[in-house]
């Protein structure tokens, strides 16, 4: 019995101290320490009565999160699924929801962060100095070619241009090239080749951030 009670008291004893190493940073700096939970867009803290709105956090950390920068936006969402694109149509859409940001890439000029909805799928942001908060990279998809296309437009969709293949609607390009386009270190072939992925923005701020510095 001894055992079994101190035992309890152990397990009791790491959940607390587990709790007092997991926190959230409100916009008006007050920290509150405790185990963190996210219901409808309001944060829940243990021992604290009632919840704090997504609007009022700025940062956690937490094991029940991956990331720790607290965003509420209007999040511009995309399917890459096939089954989901149709030809010559963009799908666009938003929801109104929470993200729980994970900084992947920081440098004096701009910051890079990732994300994930409820359904996996990925989702970029950046943030300047002059942003208050992280900005969504944008991208979307549609389908483009077919005979469908073809019988109506035949010089535009002959031979190989009939098939179908798929379209990425680049808008993260745009945005970007709107910080960065007058960054020599950043060459044409560099924009062009420019993918959603961490690697592809990552060496893309490296060479930003060279901007602009003197030669050693």
Not at 103 to 129: A, C, H, M, V
Request: charged share 25%; aromatic share 14%; with cysteine.
């Amino acid at each position: 019995m001894k055992i079994l009670f101190l035992f309890a008291t152990i397990c009791f004893s790491l959940s607390g101290f587990s709790q007092k190493k997991d926190y959230l940073i409100k916009n008006n700096g007050d920290t509150i320490w405790g185990d963190i939970t996210l219901t409808n867009k309001v944060f829940y803290v243990t021992g604290v009565l009632g919840g704090i709105k997504a609007e009022d956090v700025t940062k956690i950390k937490s094991g029940n999160f991956k990331g720790n920068t607290v965003l509420r936006c209007n999040l511009q969402t995309y399917s890459d699924n096939l089954t989901d694109l149709e030809i010559g149509f963009m799908h666009t859409g938003s929801t109104d929801t929470v993200l729980i940001l994970d900084e992947i890439y920081s440098t004096p000029k701009i910051n890079l962060y990732y994300g994930t909805n409820d359904f996996r799928t990925q989702f970029y942001f950046y943030k300047t100095p002059n942003n208050p908060k992280p900005v969504q990279l944008v991208i979307h998809y549609y389908l483009d070619g077919g005979l469908d296309n073809y019988y109506k437009d035949r010089g535009k969709y002959r031979a190989d241009r009939s098939r179908i293949t798929i379209i990425e609607d680049r808008g993260y390009v745009n945005q970007l090239r709107g910080i960065m386009g007058n960054c020599t270190e950043i060459t044409d072939t560099m924009w062009e080749l420019l993918s959603y992925r961490d690697y592809s923005f990552k060496q893309l701020i490296k060479k930003y951030n060279k901007c602009g510095q003197s030669a050693d």
